[in-house]
């Protein structure tokens, strides 16, 4: 049988408009797209998330120079038009008996246009106000960039960290230093950066407006946070001016021995502590959040992650039909080769406790060693950036909260030492 010429047009106009929408015979239109840090090669691999079987497919060009060197963060401005990737450098070190000097490379921060499928065409690079820094995220207007660096201008006297704010152009991205309105320095001038406490690790954006820095001071001459002295640093943030006003909790203490994120998820916040045992399963801290940017512990406490689990070290919550899911990010250790490598899932309750998700593939398995996690924009599926350079992907039941294997397979190459991820949504520009 052949096809008359209408036919045949017809056709191919359907084949066209399919094309245009991402679409291909073997999955659905295109619903997100995925961009994973390596700190490997100082590379972004690029990718377009399927509807149908969250399958990746590699964007044109990937992967892309990360427009620095050791990427570690990134985050995207609301719309998903502008990318900022944060390249941590590699600091100067003097030569010793055994090794040579290291002369070091300057941090910066590099923004990304977002084309067409999702590729990336680098723009500029800009720095931040204090040395070493560790983590970047927006507002949730898209206005502001914030920029956490362990080591502030005054470190040598302090020994505390700073957050550089940026204002953002709504049409190129471009970010524009905000002074400290409220401090000034030696010589009369405004600061150029806030500063909250002794070598932080991350900080979180709180829609309820407010910044959560995680500050883990180390016992001298050691890479052991101090037990008993990690504190969370909140600030106020202004949604007119991006300024960061210090609330009257100037430091809220924390019940841990080794905490490793802070994460906020609707109105509760999630601290994880990795425990003392090293390669032990740990524990997750909910708090709520109240006024002034305070936390109060949930009723019942510290939460014990899964046994089988080890070393959690991030969290993201997730709304389904059913009520709202926990999901906890288990790196595993170097020294067993990740063999625990996981995500553990719980049930959020009405009273902010945490039950676990019932399924006896709790924790699910990932790639080795897993960085961060993301959910897509239509929370059909969680994926996962793995340090052995691979994204695992899961389907994602919204009534259950468990996890499964995709139906095309679950594991995508990605960059080498992937760090960490972002998802925006499609926009097809």
């Excluded at 991402?22 to 995925?34: D, H, L, N, P």
């Excluded at 620095?68 to 010793?96: D, E, F, H, Q």
């Excluded at 109105?267 to 003392?276: E, I, L, P, R």
């Amino acid at each position: 049988m052949t096809l008359s010429r209408i036919g045949r047009i017809s056709l191919a106009l359907v084949v066209s408009v399919a094309m245009g929408l991402g679409m291909t015979s073997c999955g659905g239109g295109t619903i997100g797209y995925m961009w994973v840090l390596g700190t490997q090669y100082n590379q972004i691999a690029g990718f377009k998330i399927d509807d149908y079987t969250g399958n990746l497919t590699q964007s044109v060009g990937s992967p892309y120079p990360s427009g620095g060197t050791n990427p570690v963060m990134l985050t995207l401005k609301s719309g998903g038009r502008y990318l900022y990737v944060l390249n941590a450098g590699i600091p100067a070190a003097p030569a010793t008996a055994t090794t040579p000097a290291v002369a070091g490379v300057a941090a910066n921060i590099a923004l990304f246009s977002v084309g067409g499928d999702g590729t990336l065409t680098f723009q500029q690079s800009y720095t931040s106000q204090g040395t070493n820094p560790v983590y970047i995220t927006t507002d949730s207007t898209g206005n502001y960039l914030y920029v956490l660096d362990q080591q502030s201008q005054d470190y040598a006297t302090t020994g505390n960290g700073d957050i550089t704010v940026f204002s953002l152009d709504p049409n190129t991205g471009r970010p524009s230093l905000i002074t400290n309105a409220q401090q000034k320095g030696p010589t009369g001038a405004q600061l150029t950066y806030f500063e909250v406490g002794p070598h932080p690790t991350q900080f979180q954006y709180s829609s309820n407006g407010c910044i959560y820095t995680l500050d883990s001071p180390l016992a001298p001459g050691t890479t052991t946070p101090v037990t008993g002295g990690q504190t969370i640093f909140p600030y106020a943030v202004s949604s007119t001016n991006g300024q960061l006003t210090q609330t009257s909790n100037s430091t809220i203490a924390l019940p841990t021995a080794n905490a490793t994120s802070v994460n906020v998820g609707g109105s509760y916040v999630y601290v994880t502590d990795a425990g003392s045992a090293l390669g032990g399963p740990g524990s997750i801290v909910p708090y709520t959040q109240g006024s002034a940017c305070s936390l109060q512990t949930v009723a019942g406490g510290t939460v014990s992650n899964l046994p089988t689990a080890s070393n959690p070290i991030q969290t993201i919550t997730v709304t389904g039909s059913a009520g709202s899911f926990l999901y906890v990010v288990n790196h595993s250790n170097a020294n067993t080769n990740y063999a625990n490598s996981s995500i553990s899932a719980f049930t959020i309750l009405t009273n902010g406790q945490l039950q676990q998700v019932g399924d006896t593939a709790n924790p699910y398995s990932t790639g080795a060693g897993p960085v961060c996690i993301q959910e897509d924009p239509t929370k059909q599926y969680l994926y996962t950036s793995n340090y052995d350079g691979t994204v695992t992907g899961k389907l994602l039941s919204a009534s259950k909260g468990q996890l499964s294997a995709l139906t095309r397979g679950s594991s995508f190459p990605a960059v080498g030492q992937a760090s960490c991820m972002v998802i925006s949504s499609y926009t097809g520009y």
